[in-house]
């Protein structure tokens, strides 16, 4: 946790859909602060372990590949090339079948504790927008801003459906619709870290509200509690 008291940390948390990655991206550019991606880890996770034939329930070889994860986010531009043992998996990982076994690893105590520490090692000056399930609530209890996203299952099945369409990919709305609304309740119910609000964080619904308009919000918070960005 030393790392948290050199470095100020925005904890933004919510299910998948509500716009946390690219929220989180643009507070971190605004603000001239590294940027954490957590799903990333699990999603790295998973695919290590898909490659290797690993069984989803097989607990102790998911921890051992989270243990043994050899990661690279190399910055370019308004990007992160995501780098899995030398090879670009930027892509790779956010398919939805990389999401689902995410979201099965992540439920695993092992797991989590194993992607922890290298989570918060990103925490350093001059400050840190940490993108997950558990900012707020695990892995940055002392952050001075915390924020829970959200948006309908409807809204975010609607933009994971544009998304795929944008990249060429094709999914029906209703399965899309019923993966969101399984993961959710995998989340929310798991016994290691659920999703939930932390109990100051402040809860933003994204349903109805433009990207620009949650990333102001997000600042004029940052701002009230005296946090300033390094542009």
Request: proline share 4%.
């Amino acid at each position: 946790m030393s790392q948290q008291a050199n470095a100020a940390v925005i904890a933004i948390d919510g299910p998948g859909g509500a716009g946390k990655g690219t929220i989180s991206r643009l507070v971190a550019q605004d603000l001239g602060w590294h940027l954490l991606d957590s799903g990333a880890l699990y999603r790295l996770t998973a695919l290590a372990a898909m490659r290797r034939d690993i069984d989803m329930t097989d607990a102790p070889a998911l921890e051992s590949v989270a243990r043994a994860l050899d990661v690279t986010f190399v910055s370019e531009n308004e990007h992160t090339r995501i780098m899995l043992e030398g090879e670009d998996v930027s892509t790779d990982i956010r398919n939805e079948h990389v999401g689902g076994r995410a979201s099965q690893v992540a439920a695993i105590t092992g797991v989590r504790d194993a992607l922890l520490a290298r989570q918060r090692e990103f925490a350093k000056p001059p400050g840190l927008v940490a993108d997950g399930r558990d900012m707020g609530t695990v892995v940055f209890p002392e952050a001075p801003l915390k924020i829970f996203l959200t948006a309908s299952a409807e809204e975010r099945a609607r933009r994971r459906h544009d998304q795929l369409r944008q990249a060429g990919q094709h999914a029906s709305l209703s399965s899309l619709l019923k993966e969101i609304e399984a993961r959710d309740a995998r989340d929310m119910q798991r016994t290691v870290a659920p999703l939930r609000p932390a109990e100051d964080a402040v809860t933003i619904d994204t349903t109805e509200l433009s990207i620009p308009d949650v990333v102001a919000h997000i600042e004029a918070l940052l701002s009230l509690r005296g946090l300033k960005s390094t542009q």
